[in-house]
Nanobody, 112 residues
Framework: QVKMVESGGGLVQAGGSLTLSCTAS????????MNWYRQSPGKQREWVAG????NTTYADSVKGRFTVSRDNNMLYLQMNNLKPEDTAVYYC?????????WGQGTQVTVSS
């Protein structure tokens, strides 16, 4: 069964940067219409950024700070100028999300 595998999270100070990676386990799939989501404690999972063949889109809260990109079968999220409110578990999936693809995510913690 194909699932997404996210990596690259960690602990960083406010203003710092991280790059997250995402790929698919179990099979090689084309990473079209792939998106990043995140979930903070006590909150619902929210969409963060997306990439299609034609464009990239971002939530207002991350616009100008995050960049989504793709290289072969890897999806990336470059996160700059991180803020404490960016602390969350980050996931990748299609949009709308396909439930069987949810992976374990990668934890990003931003300290103030």
């Amino acid at each position: 069964q194909v699932k997404m595998v996210e990596s690259g999270g960690g602990l960083v100070q406010a203003g710092g940067s991280l790059t997250l990676s995402c790929t698919a386990s179990g099979s090689i799939i084309r990473l079209n219409n792939m998106n990043w989501y995140r979930q903070s404690p006590g909150k619902q999972r929210e969409w963060v950024a997306g990439l299609t063949t034609y464009n990239t889109t971002y939530a207002d809260s991350v616009k100008g700070r995050f960049t989504v990109s793709r290289d072969n079968n890897m999806l990336y999220l470059q996160m700059n100028n991180l803020k404490p409110e960016d602390t969350a578990v980050y996931y990748c999936n299609t949009r709308p999300p396909h439930d069987p693809l949810w992976g374990q995510g990668t934890q990003v913690t931003v300290s103030s």
